[in-house]
């Protein structure tokens, strides 16, 4: 099994991304978050011997505050 489908070829690296790409939307059609594509992707790509990094989390501050204690101050605002 060759496992550098991309051989060194820009172009096909290129090619094999975009169809993996083509391939997970088809196969699990379109309404979810980005990061089920995302995770489906590094998946297949590693499996055809292509190592990629995943985007890194990017913790998200609103007024020094974390955004998940944020969202659980929303909640509980909107329920008193």
């Given at each position: 099994?060759?496992?550098?489908?991309?051989?060194?070829?820009?172009?096909t690296l290129c090619?094999?991304?975009r169809q993996t790409?083509?391939?997970?939307?088809?196969?699990?059609?379109?309404?979810?978050?980005?990061?089920?594509?995302?995770n489906a992707l590094?998946?297949?790509?590693?499996?055809?011997?292509?190592?990629?990094?995943?985007?890194?989390?990017?913790?998200?501050?609103?007024?020094?505050?974390?955004?998940?204690?944020?969202?659980?101050?929303?909640?509980?605002?909107?329920?008193?």
């Amino acid at each position: 099994m060759n496992t550098a489908p991309h051989n060194g070829d820009i172009f096909t690296l290129c090619n094999v991304i975009r169809q993996t790409s083509f391939d997970i939307h088809h196969f699990l059609r379109s309404g979810h978050r980005e990061y089920i594509y995302e995770n489906a992707l590094i998946h297949r790509l590693a499996k055809k011997g292509i190592r990629a990094e995943q985007q890194p989390r990017i913790p998200v501050l609103t007024r020094m505050v974390p955004s998940s204690d944020v969202l659980r101050q929303i909640c509980s605002w909107r329920s008193s």
